[in-house]
C-alpha cells in the first residue's frame, strides 16, 4: 500500500497539470502578498491590519474572490484526473501487475487526496510566514475599520467559522482554517477521482462536471429550503467571512461526502473482485 501511494504521488507531481497548478498557487498567494506589501507600505503600526487578516483566503482578498470563482475546476486539475489518465494511458494495467486492485484503489485515493492538500495549502503556509515577517505582528487592526472596543466587533468575530478558535490564537486559527481548506479540496478531488472510476465519461472534461454540480446545487439549497443559513462553498471555504455560516451542517455534509466516496469506492472494488 505505500508503494502505491509513494508511486502515485510520483506520477501525480510529474504531470503537467499538477505541476502548472501548483505554480498557479504559488503566484497568486505571491502577488497577494506583494499587493499587501505595497498598499500597506510606510502604515503606522495603530493604523495597520492583521498579520493574518491580509491572507490570501482572507474575506477581503479581491484576488481571493476571483480564485473562489473558478475554484471548482481548479481544485480538480492536481489529481483528480489520476485514475482516468492510468485508464487511458495503460498505466493501470501495469500498476495492477505489481499490487492488487483494492490497494491500487485505496492507494490512488489516498495518494489523491494527499497531492490535493498538499497544492492548495503548502503555499498558503508560505504566506502566512512572509505576512509575520513583512507586517507588525503588533498590528491588530480590521479592514472593517471597526474598533476592537466596539460592541460591534465581538458580533463580527462571533460570526467567524470556529470564531473560539480565532479568539484563543489567531495564528493558530489561520492555519487551522488554511489546513481545513486544504481537506476539503482533497475531499473534492478525491469525489471527481471515484467518479471517474466508473467510467461515467469518456472525454476528460467531463470530469469537472461532477464537483461543479455539488458545489452548484449546495449553492442553491438556500433559496429551494429556505434555510436561515448560508450554503454556499465561497463562504466557508474563505476566512473571516460573517454571512450566517452553519458549523454543524458544514462538519455533518463533509462526513456525508466522504462517506458516499467510501461507499462508492467499496462498490467499486467488490464489482472488480467479482469481474
Not at 481548479?74 to 485514475?83: D, I, N
Request: hydrophobic residues 55%; neutral net charge.
Amino acid at each position: 500500500m505505500v508503494n502505491v501511494i509513494r508511486m502515485q504521488m510520483h506520477v501525480m507531481f510529474s504531470r503537467k497539470s499538477t505541476i502548472c497548478m501548483y505554480f498557479v498557487m504559488y503566484i497568486l498567494m505571491l502577488i497577494n502578498f506583494f499587493g499587501n506589501v505595497i498598499q500597506y507600505y510606510e502604515y503606522d503600526i495603530w493604523n495597520m491590519y492583521h498579520p493574518m487578516k491580509l491572507v490570501f483566503l482572507g474575506e477581503n482578498s479581491s484576488l481571493g474572490f476571483y480564485f473562489m470563482q473558478y475554484y471548482p475546476f481548479l481544485v480538480v486539475m492536481p489529481a483528480g484526473f489520476s485514475y482516468f489518465t492510468d485508464k487511458n494511458s495503460g498505466e493501470l494495467i501495469f500498476i495492477e501487475t505489481r499490487t492488487s486492485k483494492k490497494n491500487y484503489y485505496l492507494g490512488t485515493m489516498i495518494a489523491t487526496f494527499a497531492t490535493t492538500f498538499m497544492i492548495f495549502t503548502f503555499p498558503l503556509f508560505i504566506e502566512m510566514i512572509l505576512n509575520c515577517i513583512a507586517f507588525p505582528m503588533e498590528a491588530l487592526g480590521d479592514q472593517s475599520n471597526v474598533q476592537m472596543f466596539e460592541p460591534i466587533y465581538t458580533e463580527m468575530i462571533q460570526g467567524y467559522l470556529f470564531s473560539e478558535l480565532w479568539l484563543f490564537n489567531p495564528y493558530i486559527y489561520t492555519f487551522a482554517m488554511i489546513a481545513l481548506f486544504g481537506v476539503v479540496s482533497g475531499i473534492l478531488a478525491c469525489f471527481a477521482a471515484v467518479v471517474s472510476m466508473f467510467g461515467i465519461s469518456k472525454f476528460k472534461i467531463l470530469l469537472f462536471v461532477p464537483v461543479y454540480a455539488l458545489l452548484y446545487l449546495l449553492r442553491i439549497f438556500k433559496k429551494s429550503l429556505n434555510l436561515e443559513f448560508t450554503t454556499n462553498y465561497f463562504f466557508y471555504l474563505r476566512i473571516f467571512c460573517v454571512e450566517h455560516l452553519n458549523e454543524t451542517v458544514y462538519v455533518l455534509l463533509l462526513a456525508i461526502l466522504v462517506a458516499v466516496i467510501g461507499m462508492m469506492l467499496f462498490i467499486k472494488m467488490r464489482k472488480d473482485e467479482l469481474s
